[in-house]
């Protein structure tokens, strides 16, 4: 299974924060997926860090290169399909995400009950 993480679970995994549900987890290190970070996800986190919302380690970019994730990158396919999506989520970057989960056939890792609604494949967690 090819998976997306949003943004609170990529945080949650490198928190290991018991909020991540079990589901979550098991399909994140089962080795026979792949999951993938969006670089929408990443701008997101920077953003957050820049307003004073999050804290991040001073070596947060060597964490991630740690990990066994994939980065996605947003293509021009991505931000197209943005207007065949219905206005259930206003999110920019959550929408962004849902996008790239149905474009590329990724089954996306949440527990954003707003991103639930959506016709997509989707572990919650």
Same mark, same amino acid.
């Given at each position: 299974? !090819? #998976?997306?993480? =949003?943004?609170?679970?990529? &945080?949650?995994?490198?928190?290991?924060?018991?909020?991540?549900? *079990? %589901?979550?987890?098991?399909?994140?290190?089962?080795?026979?997926?792949?999951?993938?970070?969006?670089?929408?996800?990443?701008?997101?986190?920077?953003?957050?860090?820049?307003?004073?919302?999050? !804290? #991040?380690?001073? =070596?947060?970019?060597?964490? &991630?290169?740690?990990?066994?994730?994939?980065?996605?990158?947003? *293509? %021009?396919?991505?931000?197209?399909?943005?207007?065949?999506?219905?206005?259930?989520?206003?999110?920019?970057?959550?929408?962004?995400?849902?996008?790239?989960?149905?474009?590329?056939?990724?089954?996306?890792?949440?527990? =954003?009950?707003?991103?639930?609604?959506?016709?997509?494949?989707?572990?919650?967690?």
């Amino acid at each position: 299974m !090819n #998976l997306l993480l =949003d943004t609170h679970v990529l &945080l949650w995994w490198l928190d290991d924060d018991p909020t991540l549900s *079990k %589901a979550a987890r098991q399909v994140i290190s089962d080795g026979h997926n792949t999951a993938f970070v969006s670089v929408a996800a990443l701008w997101e986190i920077r953003i957050k860090e820049a307003l004073g919302k999050l !804290n #991040l380690p001073d =070596d947060f970019e060597q964490v &991630l290169q740690r990990e066994p994730f994939l980065v996605l990158d947003v *293509k %021009a396919r991505h931000v197209h399909a943005l207007r065949q999506l219905p206005m259930l989520h206003r999110d920019p970057f959550d929408r962004l995400l849902i996008t790239q989960a149905q474009t590329e056939r990724l089954t996306l890792v949440t527990r =954003d009950s707003a991103i639930l609604r959506y016709d997509l494949r989707c572990v919650v967690a």
